[in-house]
């Protein structure tokens, strides 16, 4: 069976209209762009080009695949962030804008030759990238997942950065040692999702991210509790510590933190007002 590239995409849109899936004309253009490998452009100027079987074949398998839930990113297996293209598997959250945010913040705190550490890195796109920003600065990775640690990797070497950056399999901060070298930074896009909130979250989401880089239960803050209370042994004086935030935990964090030992230097929101990232700064 042969179809035009208009016709399979008409019906691809259909059945993810259907199924419920924000723009699904956008999404069907998406993913038979994955499967045959041309950029958008192609599929306008070439709309009356006729499929092949076996790619008419994997494009209904992904499109099902798609209306059944399964986020775009993991199908792709890529998704972007600020400006690069980062591998991503079921392994790893898909990264979003709102950590782009955290990432500027942290340029604009950074030195050139900054040394951070990054918890539960995930894919490493906020490591990677602060790394891709400044050239000189070193980095260590660190993730309780060792299939996010795999992803992180590969993520790495594909963006030129491995050379400056180690990984550690840890939870929290558990395989490092107080000898080390005390970071200058420390950034974290840490699970803060409360329990009482996964049910409402999106199919694409609860069904699919992996839950221990979502939620910890409870109220969402156990994680962060961990990194205000163990971060100061692995920090400099005057070293940064970064951390986004859920949406509605802002005066919690300001309740949580010692003042003591942090001082509270912002609470910025996102492009919706919403708060969004912390930054500390030890004393």
């Known amino acids: ?70 986020p775009l990113q993991y199908i792709s297996g890529r998704q972007d962030f600020y400006g690069r293209e980062f591998l991503v598997s079921p392994a790893v959250l898909i990264p979003r804008p709102e950590t782009e945010l955290l ?51 590969q993520n790495a070497e594909g963006l030129g950065v491995s050379d400056r950056l180690e990984f550690v399999r840890s939870d929290c901060f558990e395989s490092l040692t107080e000898d080390d070298e005390a970071f200058d930074m420390i950034v974290s896009n840490p699970p803060y999702v409360s329990a009482d909130v996964i049910p409402g979250l999106q199919p694409e989401v609860k069904d699919h991210e992996p839950m221990v880089a979502l939620s910890p239960g409870t109220d969402g803050l156990s994680i962060i509790r961990r990194l205000l209370a163990e971060a100061p042994r692995f920090l400099r004086k005057d070293g940064f510590m970064l951390l986004e935030i859920g949406y509605d935990q802002g005066e919690a964090i300001r309740e949580l933190v010692d003042v003591q030992t942090w001082e509270l230097i912002d609470i910025k929101p996102d492009l919706q007002g919403i708060p969004r990232i912390v930054l500390f700064q030890k004393k």
């Open 1 to 70: 069976m042969t179809v035009s590239i208009a016709t399979v995409l008409l019906e691809a849109s259909q059945v993810l209209r259907k199924a419920g899936v924000p723009e699904a004309r956008r999404e069907a253009g998406s993913l038979l762009s994955h499967v045959i490998q041309r950029d958008r452009t192609f599929l306008i100027s070439h709309a009356e080009d006729l499929l092949n079987e076996r790619d008419f074949e994997s494009f209904r398998e992904v499109v099902k695949r798609r209306a059944s839930g399964e």
């Open 103 to 153: 990432v500027e913040s942290a340029l604009s705190v950074m030195n050139d030759d900054s040394r951070l550490c990054d918890v539960g890195t995930g894919s490493g796109c906020i490591a990677i990238t602060l790394l891709c920003e400044r050239p000189n600065a070193r980095a260590t990775a660190l993730d309780i997942s060792e299939p996010a640690l795999k992803i992180a990797r």
